[in-house]
């Protein structure tokens, strides 16, 4: 059984005899086996409540000293041990990797070693697995004269990394990661990242928001608008409009910049200007009335009356204004607003559009020819790099001819002859006349490649053992 006490209160009369009844205790509790927590970081702990500055001040820097001494020192930190029950927890995410080496000290378990390190920008954007495999091979790498030759579990809340050990296919980016672990004995096994908060502590439990007074009051008044309440719930399932959710708080996206949205009354009653988008209807004689109407459409399903903003803001842009007898579009755009796209302009679309895909075409067309002639121009440079120049015969030279046709023998002849040269014929063809007795054509034509001087071809019968493919690359 195991008890837990969260606070020991010692008194004495003085501060040297509250000292000699500490030591007491503490002599008392060691033989028992009561451990004393000497540390605790409640400045920090002050910091991780809701709606909590974030200041670092003095105090807090030196919470944050005590806590690492306590997690680096006896009694957390032990010594490792060679035969003593290992284990390894890694954990990854976009921000760095993390690992704790663990061992087994009087049947509870204690850390021997910690480690991290950034990831960097191309290992931020890989998919978490690569990164949990990944955060395995660094750490078994930095911690390799402790883990080299005695058998430990590396334990990871990544599933997939332990059925990837299995399993003989794996993907690419892992096979070398993979490899390295070859060197060692041990065995994956898999938590829940609920039981490895130890290992990425910081990445799970960020503490650095810091919150505006004006920032709130917003985010409440827009809770308490409909329409921008309306706006939020849309933006839960889909884009919508300019408008962005960022922590509960609706941002409208203006020329580069985002700007809180808040109600028209907010922004009278705190005098607010420039930091809000206001929201609301521009009122005019005839807009109500084309609005009312709009929202009649929807009037059984009003739930979804959101679905009809755009046909409303189409309606307020299209009507006169009473003061410049003119519509909003007309004065933005010198044109008024048609509801629907005239021929004229379709025509104007699509000419512009069949230009520039004839341009695209004819661009695309012209980098084809210029990639296959740089291509063509690469196997001439090398064909003609390895070339040679033709045997030349004169008439009446005794040639042997390759048997091309009628010849069933593999293990026949691949030349016949002599053959007595008659005629050149011109571009390396001759016409050559049988010049003994023996089975071929009579008067028959072949080629130099098909060719070699028949005192050749008989001295390497005689005694070379070359192949068909060297004698050919004498000649």
């Known amino acids: 059984m195991e008890m837990y006490v969260d606070d020991i209160v010692v008194f004495g009369q003085t501060s040297d005899e509250c000292l000699t009844n500490v030591r007491k205790v503490l002599q008392t509790a060691e033989p028992y086996g009561l451990q004393i927590k000497w540390a605790k970081s409640r400045p920090l702990t002050q910091l991780l409540k809701k709606d909590a500055a974030f200041v670092m001040g003095v105090t ?41 080496l663990v061992q087994q000290h009087e049947s509870k378990w204690h850390p021997v070693f910690y480690w991290s390190r950034k990831t960097s920008p191309q290992e931020g954007k890989l998919h978490s697995y690569f990164l949990e495999v990944k955060a395995a091979y660094l750490a078994t790498k930095r911690l390799r004269h402790y883990l080299m030759g005695i058998r430990f579990d590396v334990i990871t809340d990544c599933a997939a990394f332990k059925q990837t050990a299995a399993k003989k296919d794996v993907p690419r980016e892992v096979v070398q990661w993979l490899m390295y672990l070859q060197d060692f004995d041990f065995n994956i096994e898999h938590r829940s990242a609920d039981r490895m908060k130890h290992v990425d502590t910081v990445s799970r439990y960020p503490v650095m928001v810091i919150e505006s007074h004006i920032k709130a009051k917003i985010r409440k008044a827009q809770q308490n608008d409909e329409h921008l309440k309306a706006v939020t719930v849309v933006l839960e399932q889909k884009p919508y409009a300019d408008y962005v959710l960022k922590n509960g708080v609706l941002f409208k996206q203006l020329k580069g910049l985002e ?62 204004h009473t003061t410049t007898k003119f519509t909003p579009y007309e004065i933005m755009f010198g044109v008024k607003m048609r509801n629907e796209m005239s021929a004229d302009i379709i025509k104007l679309l699509q000419d512009e559009m069949l230009v520039a895909f004839q341009g695209d075409r004819s661009k695309l067309r012209e980098e084809a020819r ?44 691949k030349f ?52 068909d493919d060297e004698q050919d690359d004498r000649m």
């Open 259 to 320: 700007l809180l949205v808040a109600p028209r009354n907010f922004c009278k009653v705190n005098k607010i200007e420039h930091i809000a988008i206001t929201t609301g209807v521009p009122r005019g004689n005839g807009q109500i009335e084309r609005v009312n109407r709009l929202a009649k459409l929807s009037a059984n399903n009003s739930a979804k009356w959101y679905n009809y903003t755009a046909m409303v803001q189409k309606a307020i842009n299209a009507h006169v």
């Open 370 to 413: 210029i990639n296959i002639q740089a291509v063509q121009e690469v196997y001439k440079r090398n064909f003609d790099r390895r070339r040679k120049s033709s045997q030349g015969y004169q008439k009446a030279d005794l040639v042997a001819i390759k048997v091309t046709q009628f010849s069933d023998k593999k293990l026949g002849n």
């Open 60 to 100: 807090e820097q030196q919470a944050v000293q005590k806590l690492k001494a306590a997690l680096t020192q006896d009694p957390v930190l032990k010594i490792f041990k060679q035969n003593g029950k290992t284990q390894l927890h890694v954990d990854a995410s976009k921000h760095g990797f993390g690992a704790t």
């Open 416 to 467: 016949i002859g002599p053959y007595s040269v008659v005629k050149d014929k011109g571009n390396g063809r001759y016409e050559v006349e049988k010049a003994a007795d023996f089975a071929g054509p009579h008067l028959t034509s072949t080629s130099v490649d098909n060719m070699k001087l028949w005192a050749h071809y008989a001295a390497e019968n005689d005694g070379s053992s070359g192949t």
